[in-house]
């Protein structure tokens, strides 16, 4: 099943990016970050999250190694420029999450949504958080859906939609093991939390977070 790129897709993109999900209150409360901060989203699919720090004012890079994704976020970029009547700082590149040419320590924040959980070999799943660690300055934060949760597992075992990049598989990580990777990659007070209020075993997302410094 290709991504759709329809325009009711694109208007709900935009939509979200403009009025927030919970996912970017997460994102806002763990590193809220503003004017002139640098702000990297490796595997930005559409850009929602990247795009709504570019419009608090952050520098943004955006990268996904899906041309025709890369392409969609472009359009929503485009949508508000127009609608703010200036560009935002946004640069919105084809690339890898495993060999990013960045420099280490170059970002103040680098987060994804849903994207090392469609590794579920140990060299990409651990790797990905690797390489997200080693090109941030202060904070990392990953987030996917719950493995804790009956309904996600189920969504695990049957899963075969391909994003280009990722095998048809996918495999939550549970808090467990979201902390220990991220503890892994080197971040320090590393915290594991559910991105809907209540008990996490509840939440159909989690976020993992930690710091570099
Ligand atoms: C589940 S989607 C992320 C969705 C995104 N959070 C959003 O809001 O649209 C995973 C994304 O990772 C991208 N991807 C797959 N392999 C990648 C890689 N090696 N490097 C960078 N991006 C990759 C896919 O093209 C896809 O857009």
Not at 168 to 197: W, Y
Request: glycine share 10%.
């Amino acid at each position: 099943m290709p991504k759709d790129f329809s325009i009711q897709n694109l208007f709900r993109d935009l939509e979200y990016t403009i009025f927030g999900t919970e996912v970017h209150q997460f994102l806002f409360r763990i590193a809220p970050l503003g004017e002139g901060a640098l702000v990297l989203e490796p595997g930005c699919g559409c850009g929602k999250f990247g795009l709504a720090y570019a419009l608090r004012g952050c520098e943004v890079i955006l990268l996904d190694i899906d041309h025709e994704v890369v392409n969609y976020a472009r359009r929503i970029r485009g949508a508000l420029n127009s609608l703010l009547g200036f560009p935002l700082p946004v640069q919105i590149k084809v690339g890898n999450i495993h060999r990013m040419h960045f420099a280490g320590n170059s970002f103040d924040v680098v987060f994804n949504e849903g994207v090392p959980q469609h590794w579920p070999d140990e060299e990409k799943r651990q790797g990905s958080i690797d390489q997200m660690v080693r090109v941030s300055r202060d904070y990392v934060i990953v987030i996917g859906n719950n493995g804790l949760r009956e309904e996600e597992q189920e969504a695990d075992r049957s899963f075969d939609f391909t994003y280009k990049g990722m095998p048809p598989r996918r495999k939550c990580f549970t808090p467990d093991e979201l902390e220990t990777r991220l503890k892994k990659a080197g971040l320090k007070k590393v915290n594991v939390e559910g991105i809907s209020p209540g008990k996490i075993e509840d939440s159909i997302l989690i976020g993992g977070y930690g710091r570099k410094q």
